[in-house]
């Protein structure tokens, strides 16, 4: 009998430990590998939809709410301003463009290429702003330009 605890009576590997480990390294891995871009979320506008497929890449966010425009969350100006306002430029909005513009890098061979830029707009925003908003993200070297809508699906 004492022979036999001798050859099996050894403790094996200690397993909770390791389940602890793998289990942390599983949540991490799950939450980090998200393909999903999150738009920010304003109760203040309502999207279009599209059945459009291809998933947008990362960009800075311009939103067009009823009553003023954001660029990454930052009020940049009023709606009623700008409407009033008859020069095709939004001052605000160029300034804060240029600002993120300066933060980034985007040459290739010395030349400036085209920015990229998101638009989240209510469904019913007037073309009047919207070809304002337009032409400053134009001014300001941003011309890769997409629009944010929801998908619906087609059938």
């Known amino acids: 009998m004492e022979r036999f605890r001798k050859l099996h009576g050894k403790s094996g590997i200690n397993l909770v430990s390791l389940m602890d480990i793998f289990t942390i ?12 871009q999150q738009l920010p979320n304003n109760k203040d506008l309502r999207l ?4 459009a497929e ?11 709410t009823r009553d ?3 660029v990454q969350g930052v009020e940049v100006a ?6 009033s306002d008859p020069r095709p430029l939004i001052a605000g909005l160029e300034k804060e463009l240029k600002f993120h513009a300066s933060r980034s890098s985007s040459t290739i061979s010395g030349e400036a ?11 019913n925003i007037p073309y009047q702003l919207l070809r304002k908003v337009l032409i400053t993200c134009r001014q300001a070297n941003y ?3 997409a629009f944010s809508a929801i998908q619906t699906v087609e059938g």
């Open 25 to 36: 390294l599983v949540f991490f891995l799950l939450i980090s590998s998200s393909s999903v």
């Open 48 to 51: 279009p939809t599209t059945i």
């Open 54 to 64: 291809k998933v947008p890449r990362e960009t800075l966010v311009i939103t067009l």
């Open 68 to 70: 003023r425009i954001l």
């Open 78 to 83: 009023k709606i009623d301003d700008i409407l």
């Open 113 to 123: 290429i085209g920015r990229p830029v998101t638009i989240m707009g209510d469904e």
């Open 143 to 145: 011309t890769s330009i």
